[in-house]
């Protein structure tokens, strides 16, 4: 089955960006939508963005609107999210997903594979 590997999160002061990456392996990537979630502790997990299977449609849950950015690079079956004016609430560990299907979905029973997490964490 897929495989989800997250890389580039890290510590970052308030204000600045990074750019996680997921690359994933297993099955055609292309033929499905992509998403990114996270979870602070105690909290749950949170809907950050999804992206259909072309990249044609993206969506962003409502705290990250403006400021996160979500691509893919099909040919290289990665997908990337730009977080840029970070805020110390944006501090998780953030997950890629892949979709069950190549439109892209805004709940965790849209998505069927998840990826092991990187740790964001921004200080103020």
């Known amino acids: 089955q897929v495989q989800l590997v997250e890389s580039g999160g890290g510590l970052v002061q308030a204000g600045g960006s990074l750019r996680l990456s997921c690359a994933a392996s297993?099955?055609?990537?292309?033929?499905?939508?992509m998403g990114w979630f996270r979870q602070a502790p105690g909290k749950e997990r949170e809907f950050v963005a999804a992206?259909?299977?072309?990249?044609?449609?993206?969506y962003y849950g409502d705290s990250v609107k403006g400021r996160f950015t979500i691509s893919r690079e099909n040919a290289k079956n990665t997908v990337y999210l730009q977080m840029n004016s970070l805020k110390p609430e944006d501090t998780a560990v953030y997950y890629c997903?892949?979709?069950?299907?190549?439109?892209?979905?805004?709940?965790?029973?849209?998505?069927?594979?998840w990826g092991q997490g990187t740790q964001v964490s921004v200080s103020s």
């Open positions: 997903a892949q979709g069950i299907r190549s439109r892209a979905g805004r709940t965790q029973e849209d998505f069927a594979s």
């Open positions: 297993g099955r055609s990537f292309s033929n499905y939508a």
């Open positions: 992206i259909n299977w072309s990249g044609g449609s993206t």
